[in-house]
């Protein structure tokens, strides 16, 4: 009978949370306006293509032709609408904004080849194209576009053509080779940026062994390919660098292996000598014991009522947090119109992009900087294991991107969506009586909510999360994992990294991720403002002869772009503030604080070559105006012509616009140097590679807003029975059998 009772107060529990969940949604959730952000559906992208195809003037053809002299689509992916149409939509009732899509279209088969982006609309039934121009003073040149899967498959076929020459010597050498294989194949990484300028597609191409981990067997081989002709039949091996020496072509080394001129390593055939208990080391197979046995599976989340939030199509409510998401295909999770407790806290705060630069003793290494956007990183969210990437208990959710094919293409459980446990308290104090007892305890579980998804670009995975907390702080955070990016191993590459293995050498690398914060605090008549500590040597008031020294609060506000443009090397503020000229009731700014959690340096000098891709890099925080024009701060496009990008975020305070009172937008910088160590192998591992930043609020409220969570806990004590438990929530019982929650609160002398 008694658990009968908990049972049915069980059942009112969840009713009463579902009820509180419905009376606390945002009206723009109620009315599903959250669609206004929603990633195109597959039937809509499939419309946007149909209707493109029927324009016969664009004269399209499939992108799987395989030439690269054709017309076709690209990418096609939501265009939002502007921020002022939305927030009238969503604030005051007005009319829903007009739906369209983004189309991007390689124009190969022209005298002059381009890249043309269009809007198409109105979704769901389009009947207009407009072109979207690129930035004032730019262009998408032809040699900036991403590699697609038919110039891939044309390369692999031109490389192995090339090749054939060094057929002897890639089996002497390896035993492996590009041709008649089957198991023993040969394949290759390929680098950018390509070339040394711009217009330029010449890239670098790293030869490994095609096995488990193939990242960590490079041959020792590397070739130069220009491939910037339309026509593949004129593409060229420039260059080979093999074990320390360059080539002018595939001829000459294999004249050179033939006349032993050439210095060689021959690798062994791990792979064949690989077993059960010593298999290969770059494969994820266990091998080796910890000194204490664990032969069993590890503690696993439960959630017996079933999860707290709500998941309506693209939008979430959870506690005190409503906002809506999508997945873009160009660049990644982005997050919009996000709320907490009815208020919004920021119109949108997205992933911009993601670079790896590196450094090196083989011409691969020396120049590989990759820029993640122009690999598809918003594409690459390939499905996520229930129990290792997210909790049993999360909520999985699809993804549909149309990059590079010619129909929509479903990537299941790409996002998972989970409250999780923190094991630590979100806060908790012992009142003690200095007596050997207490006059209370309270504390409050940790418990957040979660949104993640990866971007798996190609050796690197790369964790992205957003976290929400019950006390109105929200975090980003970005874990980086996967194989790392390796060279050849030679004496003179250990000035630009660690040898790993016998013939591996991990290259240092520093990462650095950019995000976009459009904070809209209290409204959007935001300000920028610092606080910091100084010190300051007064006369004791209470001892005149004497002198005190003691922290003062120094403020200072920011009226202008270049004023918030923080560069490396100089020192940042701790607390970053965006203000609302609202008062709390205690008079001070309502505002929400920036932290940052980042190990992130300079990395190429300003104004240096490729560096202008990337001059958001300068900066760990820039606050600027909200501008139309100023929505990404870096492209698909930016990679493979980082010498005359289309997008140049240094342009963007330029004009040196105020910031005080204005709509405002943080551009956050984070990253860490890596130096590839031995534990790296196979994989880099999450733990000390992470990086984030928290939007804490800052006198917003007039208490903290956990105090609204029931799963507080208070204890009281009684001299005479047992101690007092007030809880908000029935503790839970379930099949665990996990022990009844018990607090003595006393010590004493033993």
């Known amino acids: 009978m008694e658990r009968e009772s908990l049972a049915l107060g069980w059942v009112a529990a969840a009713m009463l949370v579902l009820q509180m969940a419905v009376a606390e949604r945002p009206p723009w959730i109620l009315e599903s306006k959250a669609g206004v952000f929603a990633d195109l559906s597959a039937q809509e992208l499939k419309t946007v293509h149909n209707f493109l195809r029927s324009k016969k003037e664009l004269q399209l053809q499939k992108s799987t032709v395989p030439t690269i002299a054709k017309n076709s689509v690209f990418l096609i992916e939501l265009l939002l609408p502007k921020k002022k149409r939305v927030l009238k939509f969503l604030d005051k009732g007005k009319r829903r904004p007009t739906r369209e899509a983004r189309a991007v279209i390689f124009f190969g088969e022209q005298e002059y080849p381009n890249i043309t982006e269009f809007a198409v609309g109105p979704l769901p039934q389009p009947c207009y194209m407009r072109k979207l121009p690129p930035r004032a003073g730019h262009q998408r040149a032809w040699a900036s576009r991403p590699v697609t899967a038919v110039e891939s498959d044309l390369l692999h076929i031109m490389v192995e053509e090339a090749t054939k020459p060094l057929h002897q010597f890639f089996l002497d050498t390896t035993g492996f080779s590009f041709h008649n294989c089957s198991r023993h ?5 390929d680098i950018s940026p390509r070339g040394l300028a711009s217009g330029q597609r010449r890239s670098w191409l790293i030869f490994q062994r095609l096995v488990e981990g193939y990242f960590l067997h490079p041959t020792g081989l590397e070739v130069l390919v220009d491939h910037g002709s339309p026509d593949p039949k004129q593409w060229t091996v420039e260059q080979l660098w093999y074990n320390g020496k360059f080539y002018q ?9 033939n006349d032993g001129e ?3 390593v021959v690798l062994e055939d791990q792979e064949a000598k690989s077993t059960r208990e010593h298999p290969l080391f770059s494969s994820y197979t266990p091998r080796g014991n910890f000194t204490t046995p664990g032969h ?4 696993r989340p439960v959630q017996p009522h079933g999860p707290r939030f709500v998941l309506e199509a693209n939008a979430v409510l959870y506690l005190g947090w409503s906002f809506a998401f999508r997945l ?13 407790g009815g208020e919004r806290i920021a119109y949108e705060v997205s992933v911009q992009e993601a670079v790896a630069l590196y450094g090196g003793h083989t011409p691969a290494g020396m120049q590989t900087k990759y820029i993640d956007s122009g690999w598809g990183m ?4 390939h499905e996520l294991a229930q129990g290792i990437d997210c909790p049993d208990t999360a909520t999985f959710l699809d993804a549909i991107h149309y990059y590079d094919t010619d129909g929509p293409v479903l990537y299941p459980r790409a996002l998972c969506i989970f409250e999780m446990p923190t094991g630590l308290p979100l806060r908790r104090h012992f009142d003690s009586d200095f007596k050997g007892g207490f006059t209370f305890y309270g504390g409050l579980p940790g418990q957040v909510l979660v949104l993640r998804t990866t971007s798996t670009v190609y050796n690197y995975d790369y964790i992205w999360d957003f976290i929400f907390y019950p006390n109105g702080v929200m975090e980003a955070k970005v874990h980086a994992t996967g194989y790392i990016h390796a060279t050849f191993y030679t004496p003179e590459g250990l000035a630009y990294g660690t040898r790993l293995h016998t013939h591996l050498l991990g290259n240092m690398h520093t990462h650095l991720v950019h995000y976009r914060v459009d904070l809209d605090v209290a409204g959007t008549n935001n300000s920028f403002q610092t606080l910091q500590m100084k010190l300051e040597n007064i006369t004791n008031p209470w001892s005149p002869r004497h002198h005190l020294v003691q922290p003062i609060l120094k403020q200072k506000q920011y009226s202008h772009e270049r004023q918030a443009a923080f560069r490396f090397g100089q020192t940042l503020p701790k607390y970053l503030l965006i203000t609302s000229p609202q008062k709390n009731p205690w008079g001070h700014e309502r505002s929400y604080r920036l932290q940052m959690h980042s190990m992130a340096e300079q990395v190429l000098p300003a104004g240096w070559q490729e560096e202008r891709a990337l001059t958001w890099a300068r900066y760990p925080l820039a606050v600027t105006k909200y501008q139309d024009s100023e929505l990404s701060s870096s492209s698909i496009y930016n990679q493979n012509d980082p010498w005359d990008p289309p997008v140049v975020f240094e342009e963007f305070l330029r004009n040196n616009d105020n910031i005080e009172n204005e709509d405002l937008v943080a551009w956050v910088t984070l990253g860490f140097l890596h130096i590839p160590h031995a534990e790296d192998i196979p994989n880099t591992a999450t733990p000390g590679n992470s990086v984030g930043f928290l939007l804490r609020p800052f006198n917003f409220f007039p208490e903290d807003p956990s105090l609204a969570s029931r799963d507080a806990v208070i204890v009281w004590p009684r001299d005479k029975s047992h101690n007092f438990v007030h809880r908000w929530l029935p503790e839970d019982e379930d099949c665990l059998g996990l022990p009844p929650f018990h ?3 006393t010590y004493k002398p033993v």
């Open 743 to 745: 607090y003595n609160g």
């Open 262 to 264: 050439v210095d060689t």
């Open 249 to 257: 072509s595939p001829t000459e080394l294999a004249q050179k292996y």
């Open 378 to 381: 918003g594409t690459v969210t």
């Open 296 to 299: 069993t599976a590890g503690p």
């Open 328 to 340: 873009r295909s160009s660049s990644g999770l982005q997050l919009l119109n996000i709320h907490f």
């Open 185 to 189: 194949c040969l394949t290759f990484t």
